[in-house]
């Protein structure tokens, strides 16, 4: 049993994962391999000159795995609530977790066909967005969502800051007291 399931590795997904996976949360992220950021070439990052998408989700998803994050290529085609449990579906087998974030980009028919609420998008060229409260909550209890899905600007540099920002808020609830993450460097 996970703590938190992640469906998408991109910059929203594998932010939440290397955020919850930091906060000793048994975390699992899934990577269809559809994402968008794989085509992108960044030079708009603070504090990186250019990197490739390729690269950036790479260096993401190690980051999240060193931290702890178990990261499973499959593609989730299913979500069930079973109680205060869900069980997602892939064709690698059956995963169960307590909370689930989804950080699927610009595919909302997952979130569609589990019944979270979705709505039209305002982000050029994304069609459905899920609705989410300030903190990142769905209204499935327990289903969160995170990056373009949420609504946020599609560059990756915001949704990876917005899947660190419900990843803090979701560990936040289940620690009972406001999350922070931060190292600092050794004294010289």
Known sequence: MYDIAIIGAGPAGGSAALFSARANKKTVFFDSDQGVTRRAL???????????????????QRQAMEAGAELVRSKVVDVEKNGDT?????????????????????????????????????EPRIKTIVEVDAQGRT?????????????????????????????IN????????????HDVLPAK
């Open 42 to 60: 960044l030079r708009n990052h603070y504090g990186i000159a250019e990197i490739g998408g390729p690269d950036l989700v790479e260096v993401g």
């Open 86 to 122: 869900f069980t997602l579906k892939t064709d690698m087998g059956t995963f169960e977790a307590r909370y689930v974030i989804l950080a699927t980009g610009l595919w909302a028919d997952l979130a569609e066909s589990i019944g979270v609420t979705t709505k039209p998008a305002t």
């Open 139 to 167: 209204n499935i209890p327990g289903i969160w969502a995170a990056g373009t899905i949420a609504g946020t600007s599609v560059h990756t540099i915001i949704t990876a800051g917005d899947g660190a920002r419900v990843a």
């Open 170 to 181: 979701l560990i936040s609830e289940i620690n009972g007291e406001r999350y922070v993450d």
